[in-house]
């Protein structure tokens, strides 16, 4: 079946740029999404981008897709001790409308 | 801002008991989903409904979950009876489905649910 997967962990030193990574397998996706989880909340949509662009910016948050190698990825600029929190990539394909989620990155800022 | 509502934030109860959770979505929206997430598994999907309808609950045990929505502005998740393997966090996320184009789900802050 479809699959979305992460890295578990990435530590970046704050005021660094940091890249989190996704692969995943479905190629009729339509939609691929980036959630952030802070401890105790829920997820809350960061940005998303259909699968028909390469790029989208949104202040200090940049999407690549790369659609050929399935490849999604997050940068975060001068990145920011509230930034610290689990970052879940997630794809739809089809149309069910379900997602398909990868096991979410967790962000550790150092200063 | 818009926001799904869910019902209680916490709850600790005792292995055997009934647990409800409810789940506002946001007002317009036509689809919402039931989610849980715990440390092994990650989130997991557990039920889907659109238009108030059932669309798919292969994800939910089904001898004793169950899912429904009364009305457009209220969804619940029953377990019943309730085992210390069910505790984790329950997530509701409501959408809107379209014919041409699809809206991001937004979440709830979830029940944290501790079975003892």
């Known amino acids: 079946g479809e699959d979305v997967e992460q890295s578990l962990f990435l530590s970046v030193r704050e005021g660094d740029s940091s890249v989190i990574n996704c692969t995943y397998t479905d190629s009729s996706s339509t939609y691929l999404y980036w959630y952030k989880q802070e401890p105790g909340a829920g997820l809350q949509l960061l940005t998303y981008?259909?699968?028909n662009m390469d790029m989208k910016q949104d202040q200090r948050l940049t999407v690549l897709l790369n659609k050929k190698d399935k490849h999604l990825s997050l940068r975060i600029a001068d990145t920011q001790t509230g930034d610290s929190a689990i970052y879940f990539c997630?794809?739809?394909?089809?149309?069910?409308?379900?997602?398909?989620w990868g096991a979410g990155t967790k962000l550790i800022i150092k200063p | 801002d818009a926001r799904v509502t869910q019902t209680p934030r916490h709850k600790v109860t005792e292995m055997g008991q009934e647990v409800t959770m409810r789940c506002q979505p946001i007002?317009?929206?036509?689809?919402v989903f039931w989610y849980r997430q715990t440390m092994m598994q990650g989130l997991e999907l557990l039920a889907y409904f659109r238009n108030r309808a059932p669309l798919d609950d292969s994800g939910m045990p089904k001898d004793r979950f169950s899912a429904e929505m009364p009305d457009a502005t209220l969804a619940t998740l029953k377990i019943q009876p309730s085992e210390p393997r069910d505790s984790a966090v329950y997530f509701c996320?409501?959408?809107?489905?379209?014919?041409?184009?699809?809206?991001?789900?937004?979440f709830g802050d979830g029940t944290r649910l501790s079975i003892l």
């Open positions: 996320a409501s959408g809107l489905q379209g014919a041409s184009s699809n809206q991001p789900q937004h």
């Open positions: 007002l317009g929206h036509n689809t």
């Open positions: 997630a794809e739809s394909g089809g149309s069910n409308y379900q997602l398909i």
């Open positions: 981008i259909f699968s």
